[in-house]
């Protein structure tokens, strides 16, 4: 008699890979930001916030997608200049004013 799979042996077999974040990785992943992008996205949502401009929105002024943008402000993406220069210019301010002071930059 032939056994018929079961959904733990599909899953095994026929379905290894599952979405990213179901993974052990995934929490890995979330765990593992630079404090430092993390303080230059907390300056960034500062001065986006003090604008009173969504996170949405922003991301369409800056011409970033909403997600990637989002990333930057939780510093889990270390982003290119050209985006940085972006960021200041819907922002209408020096590119300086996006990073925290280097006090903050400094500590560990």
């Not at 230059?40 to 604008?51: D, F, N, V, Y």
């Not at 939780?74 to 960021?87: M, V």
């Amino acid at each position: 008699m032939i056994r018929r799979p079961n959904r733990a042996d599909f899953e095994l077999h026929y379905a290894p890979h599952k979405p990213w974040n179901c993974s052990a990785c995934a929490a890995k992943l979330h765990a593992v930001r630079n404090r430092n992008l993390s303080l230059i996205g907390q300056q960034i949502r500062k001065l986006r916030e003090a604008k009173k401009i969504s996170q949405e929105e922003f991301a369409s002024l800056a011409n970033l997608d909403r997600a990637y943008y989002g990333g930057i402000e939780r510093g889990e993406r270390n982003f290119a200049t050209l985006n940085l220069i972006k960021i200041a210019v819907a922002l209408d301010v020096e590119v300086g004013a996006l990073f925290p002071k280097l006090v903050e930059l400094r500590r560990k």
